[in-house]
């Protein structure tokens, strides 16, 4: 039986209270940052380097436990974008809850990157979604990614989420539908919308 | 693995020659792919290139790598009747060369479709014609072109503005960049 819950939102209380309390929401926020390592490439292992022991992102507060994008807070993209895979990170993104934060870690999620040049990678996932910190390095080393976590830590602190704040840094960007974000990927060649094989 | 052994195959006796190989012990497809050889001067066309093993003896693995020519615009015979697995290395070929493989037959009667290229992808991007778009709206970022050396981009101070025309690099009447 499912239960009716109303959805957690930023409400006008948040948006009203007085800077004290914006302060608390603030710091609450930026040391709760759930992420969702969207890793593509060589890059993701560095990601993975920089959660495990001797890097330990989880002291900041970074925590790499989410279940998928519908609970996450921050997505870090860390690898090779390519034209193929954009749709798919256009549409986890649009699951994630706002307020949403995205890290792009290395060269190729930067700008392409090495494959700049080539048909199929995307020239820098900042043309799909906004991006908040963008980390250089082709691997960046993990000291950069503690170092671009901090910087969106240092943003969030400054951030007033007011709802018209809010609009400014998401409403550029379209609201996708519940049906945008639950359809299949891919066309299966066998029973495709056009019954048969393209080309 | 170092390939120890290079034939030239002539395009119509393709299969039985691969079929020859596999009699002979190759009887492990490693992979096919194709090389554009468009610009070659005599017998320009594409290299369709298969590479075999011998696994019977695993401390002295045996390969052989077997080449044929095929002139742009034609077909070469598809090697699904002697490997099935061949069936997906043809499929990609086909979609980034655009070489058609005669007799293709994967099981599905489906044929040769896009295996890897985004839905709606228009042209065959590994054939040196094919033109590097970003190329054309955005300006290369890297400091140095491909093939560029190390030492007069130090030395100038200031990028070099001398263009290597790589395959690809769109000519300069794409218009300015
Ligand atoms: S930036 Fe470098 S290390 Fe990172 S995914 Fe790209 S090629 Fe790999």
New interface residues.
Partial sequence: MPVDLPMPRVGPLAEHAPRPIKVVLNWGRRYSLWVFNFGLACCAIEFIATSMGSHDFIRLGVIPFAPGPRQADLMVVSGTV???MAPAIRRLYDQMPEPKYVISFGACSN??GPY?????VT?GVDQIIPVDVYVPGCPPRPEALLQGIIRLQEKIAAESLSGAALRRKYAAHRTPSAAELSRPL??D??HGPAGQ??? | MKVTQAVEIPLAEWVSSVGDHVSQGFSYFDWLTAVDQTDATDEPGFDVVVHLLDVTAPERLRSVLLRTRVPDGAAVASLTPVFHGAAWHERETHEMFGIDFAGFDDGTGLGLRPLLLPDGFEGTPLRKSFMLAARASKPWPGAKEPGEGHGEGLRSGAPSRRRVQAPGVPPPEWGPR
Avoid: E, F, I, P
């Fill in positions: 390519t034209d193929k700008s392409g700049w040049d080539s048909y199929c020239k891919l066309l060649a066998r094989v393209a080309r």
